[in-house]
C-alpha cells in the first residue's frame, strides 16, 4: 500500500512523531490513522522504558500560581541542557505544575498514577512517558512543593 505525504503530515501533526515513525505506523496499519496511533503509543512506551535507567542530570524548575490562592514548584528533569530548552519540555513541565496545584499529590509515585486533569483519559505516567518518545531522552519528576493559602 501507498502511503501518501499527506497523510504521514496528518499523523505527525497529531502525534508530534518522527516522519519515518509516522510513514511505518501508517504502513503496519494500512493507512488508519487511528491504528497508526496506536502503533506509535506502543512503541513511544517501549522507547520510554528503554531510557528509564539513563541518567537526568539537567531540566528545570518550573513555578504555577493559581490565582494567588496556590502556588506549586515542581523540579522536572531530563538528560540534557538542550532538550530543557525546547518548548515541548517546557509545557510539560507547565502541565505537571498544574497537575499538583489541582491535584495535591503526596509525592512523585502519586502524581504519577493520578489521572491528567486534562485528558481524564490517560495518566500523568503516560503523559511524561509520550514526553519521551517524542523528545527521545529520559525525563523524571524530581522534587516538588504545593502550597495553598491559610493551609
Known amino acids: 500500500m501507498t502511503i501518501s505525504v499527506d497523510l504521514v503530515k496528518e499523523l505527525r501533526n497529531q502525534t508530534g512523531a ?11 496499519s494500512k493507512g488508519d490513522i487511528e491504528k497508526a496511533k496506536e502503533i506509535l503509543h506502543k512503541k513511544g512506551l517501549d522507547k520510554a ?3 528509564s535507567d539513563r541518567e537526568t542530570g539537567a531540566g528545570v524548575v518550573e513555578t504555577y500560581s493559581h490565582s494567588g490562592r496556590v502556588g506549586v514548584l515542581v523540579e522536572v528533569l531530563c538528560e540534557t541542557d538542550f532538550v530543557a530548552k525546547t518548548e515541548d519540555f517546557k509545557t510539560l513541565a507547565h502541565e505537571l ?20 486533569v486534562r485528558d ?13 518518545a517524542k523528545l527521545g531522552e529520559n525525563i523524571k519528576i524530581g522534587k516538588f512543593s504545593r502550597i495553598a493559602l491559610g493551609q
Open 18 to 28: 518522527g516522519i519515518a515513525a509516522c510513514r511505518n505506523a501508517l504502513e503496519e
Open 97 to 116: 505544575a498544574l497537575q499538583i496545584a489541582s491535584m495535591n499529590p503526596k509525592d512523585a509515585d502519586e502524581l504519577m498514577d493520578q489521572d491528567y
Open 120 to 132: 481524564p483519559s490517560q495518566k500523568v505516567g503516560d503523559l511524561i512517558k509520550s514526553a519521551i
Open 49 to 51: 522504558g528503554e531510557k
